[in-house]
């Protein structure tokens, strides 16, 4: 539900901070990529909002082999 809203206060041009609270207030999920990831680069999964983010890190640019646009993948490559 909170994408459907967050689409949906974006498209009428609301502010959007409040659904940004929601997941910053709902409990951190758990799973192999968010294990690899927190273990591998020591990123903070505190939160619903950090586990989404790293999730879409990694379909964005470790699945995509997109190393060299991504900061960490470049710091890694050094």
Do not use: V
């Not at 207030?25 to 990123?43: F, Y």
């Not at 999964?45 to 790293?54: A, G, H, L, R, V």
């Amino acid at each position: 539900i909170i994408p459907f809203l967050y689409t949906l206060d974006k498209y009428y041009q609301r502010d959007t901070s409040r659904i940004l609270d929601m997941l910053t207030q709902l409990p951190k999920e758990s799973n192999s990529i968010l294990n690899k990831m927190q273990q591998t680069l020591g990123l903070k999964n505190e939160n619903s909002f950090d586990s989404q983010s790293i999730i879409e890190w990694h379909n964005n640019y470790c699945t995509q082999k997109k190393c060299t646009n991504c900061i960490i993948g470049l710091e890694t490559l050094k």
